[in-house]
């Protein structure tokens, strides 16, 4: 059975004090609520400890926004998959669109990192997902079709269990946009094809991301290949976060 996840990811924001803050008012709320959903928290690196000492792991999970491929090493700046584990986390996002355009991470260093972190017991998150002007030349499952197939190079059948794929249309990331529900299923549909075409298995978790909020988060999840969200900017604030927590499709009617 797939996993239903709702993660949030802080990008650079909040310090270490304004993390922990969040954190234990959201904990808080989240005692009231009753939801099918996974729930995870992606703090900047600087506050992942002091967050890791307030969290109740039986509410909200942890995760990364980033990591290294090396286990160690002169590599100023960087942070490797052990170091993450030791300090409580569960997942990492890997492939990031923010990474790929601002940091030039390319397709062969995002493998590196997706096959360090599941040596290392980590659960990444990998992300694809197209630009508007692949998208408007009719390239979006092209493009999405190489980033996995490169991505996921140096993973077995077995391997391909353990992730989680977050398909995030460059082109909602951030700016109000989003792909509608119908524009969504077709993507983690075919996200699911080219699952099956290259390891004979699709049956994982699958989020959506791009401008999600409480107001769409119920149609996005209501569709049968969206597994929950990954919740960029309505993540740092309480209100939206627990709010799209709530708004979640739960299954039914």
């Known amino acids: 059975m797939r996993e239903k996840i709702i993660a949030g990811n802080w990008k650079m924001y909040m310090n270490h004090v304004e993390a922990v803050k969040f954190i234990n008012d959201l904990q ?13 928290v992606f703090p900047p690196f600087t506050s992942l400890f002091a967050v890791s000492q307030v969290l109740d792991k039986d509410l909200i999970k942890l995760g990364a926004q980033n990591t290294f491929y090396e286990k160690e090493g002169a590599y100023t700046g960087e942070v490797s998959v052990s170091m993450l584990k030791a ?8 492939g990031h669109s923010e990474r790929r355009k601002y940091f030039y991470e390319d397709d062969a260093m995002i493998a590196l990192k997706i096959k360090a972190s ?3 017991g980590i659960t990444p998150i ?9 998208r408007e030349k009719g390239k979006a499952k092209e493009v999405v079709k190489q980033q996995m197939e490169e991505d996921l190079r140096y993973l077995s059948k077995e391997d391909i269990r353990r992730i989680v794929i977050a398909y ?7 700016t109000g946009k989003n792909a509608t529900p119908e524009e969504a299923q077709e993507m983690h549909e075919f996200v699911r094809e080219t699952l099956n075409c290259q390891f004979g298995f699709s049956e994982i978790t699958i989020l959506y991301g791009g401008s999600v909020k409480p107001e769409n988060i119920g149609e996005l999840t209501r569709m049968k290949d969206v597994d929950g969200a990954l919740v960029g900017g309505a993540s740092i604030k309480l209100d939206s976060f627990l709010g ?5 499709y739960q299954g039914g009617d």
């Open 244 to 248: 799209i927590i709530k708004n979640v």
């Open 126 to 134: 990998l992300c694809v997902g197209e630009t508007l002007e692949e």
């Open 28 to 40: 808080k709320e989240l005692k009231r609520v009753e939801t099918a959903y996974e729930i995870a």
């Open 118 to 120: 599941l040596e290392g």
């Open 168 to 174: 995030e249309p460059v082109w909602a990331i951030g």
């Open 87 to 94: 300090i409580g986390c569960d997942y990492v996002i890997v």
